[in-house]
């Protein structure tokens, strides 16, 4: 078999492993996919301002991320149903996170219980919320927070889930629900209800939900809140009037709105409205070390990676999992060697240039 050195390889054998509709689920995104092509796009447009003869004998890339020691500013976003990648899904996938000294956030539409990969796991750890119903979402959060969760993640860009037109195409729903049961359902039960690729998605997360959802939230739990799904400088100062403690710039791996801004574009002027009063994480398109760069050089404190987990615990399961998030820390601790910024602290918005 061919030794992967990239995520890249790591890619191409995920898609000899992975039974066609749930690669196709895996790897698409919505109507024409403009949004997912142009999250790569994005970063390669983007040019590096090299400074030369700084000391990187010592580089290093550990940090912390809500008073967390981690080794790298490389967390895993969530997404849903790893048991169809492995037979031991999120607990497979989390064992892989602490020992590359990562940290993981948990979909709500994991295969495994949130208490189940929690047991197996001594490092960070956050849990995505998707509302349905307030008495769903109470229990969840509750759930969370005796399970050693760290942080709320609340997904916002998904009122509804877009038209993935892989997964209609292929009969997504029915092919999971005869092959993979209950791959959505290790928190959840019924809530999915086969609409992954139905033409009348039933509202997904929440039609009605309004800023207002985080004061809710707030007065059910005492974990930090994090909003996933920001791309506008609006939203983020709106985000933090209503208190949200965290933001990830995210247009959901090009899944949901299709046309959207690339989240790498969207972070200088998020950045900007947020003017430090909480931390800015991304997540969408990062495959190599420099993606990195570029996205923490543009102030996010940690980026997230979603896709090049899947296809490492397709590969190899949780060693493919640490594998992966390895190459990405090598990736990127070369391009800081290369760049003269031996630490985290050292990378600024000067080793980008703008055209
Ligand atoms: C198969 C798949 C399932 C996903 N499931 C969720 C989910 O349950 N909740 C969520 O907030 N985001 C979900 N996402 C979005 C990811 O958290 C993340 O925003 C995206 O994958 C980042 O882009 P990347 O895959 O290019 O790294 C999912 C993405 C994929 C590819
Ligand atoms: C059907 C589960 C939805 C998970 C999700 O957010 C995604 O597929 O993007």
Redesign the pocket.
Known sequence: MMQPINLHDYEMLAQKRLARPVWD??QGGSDDEISLRD?RAAFARLRLRPRVLVDVNNCNTATSVLTRELTMPILI????AHGMAHSQGECETIQGADAAGSGMIV???ATRSLEDISRVSHGLRWY?LYIRTLSEARQLVKRAEVAGYQAIVL?VDTPLLSRRERDIRNKMGSFQRTYYPGAFAGNVFNSINGSIDDDERAAYAGHTLTWDIIAWLRTHTSLPIIL?GILTAEDAALAVQYGAEGIIV?N??G?QLDGVIAPIEALPEIVAAIDGQCPIYL????RRGTDVLKALALGAQAV?????I?WGLAVGGSEGVKHVLQILQQELRSAMVLVGSPTIKHISRSLIQWT
């Open positions: 689920y895996y999250n976003a969530p997404t849903a979909s709500n539409d995505q997904t996933k995210s959901h791996g899944r997540d969408g398109g990062i997230m990676i979603g896709r090049p899947l």
